[in-house]
């Protein structure tokens, strides 16, 4: 979906840092780290300047997932049944090269199809989701997204089972 991704950073390069810091609600370090990023991204870049998503991203989910331990079978694996969900990029495989960026699906980015990044992928990921999950023998979808990602999905429309587990931690006791 690298076409629509350009059409977000076309729309970004419009703001200055400071109306990034206001918009993604971030430092000012981080928002003219951004807003360099934003310059500086491109529709097309090769391997050497691009990362794996399963390695780009940090948080529980990835953390857990180890991906720097995983062997070629189980980046194969990853690859053909795990997505990563994306302000910028709608869905990712795991070894999709991407840019680094900032942008979160909450964000109430104003542009050519909405007034958020909801309805900017509103078609594109519940249908791009359904259809791979559909591929599955099983056809279930097992949820590891944060909330605020998980709405992009419409669950209430997902033609197949999900599966949303809920982890807890003990305090000792």
Partial sequence: YLDRSEELVDELRGYSPAQLGDLMKVSDKLATLTFERYASWRLRYDAAEGQQALLAFS????????????????????????????????????????LPYRLEIGTKLKNTRGGNLY?????????????????????????????????????????????????KETDGD
Wanted: net charge negative; proline share 4%.
């Fill in 59 to 98: 948080g529980e989910v990835f953390n857990g997932l180890q991906a720097r331990t995983l062997d070629e079978a189980d980046l194969l694996f990853a690859q053909e049944h795990v997505r990563i969900l994306s302000g910028l990029y709608g869905v990712l495989r795991p070894l999709d090269l991407m």
């Fill in 119 to 167: 309805e900017f992928w509103k078609d594109v990921i519940p249908e791009r989701i359904a259809r791979d999950t559909g591929r599955q023998e099983n056809q279930v979808l097992v949820n590891l997204a944060s909330n605020e990602y998980f709405k992009s999905v419409r669950a209430r429309s997902f033609p197949y089972r999900i599966i949303t587990p809920v982890f």
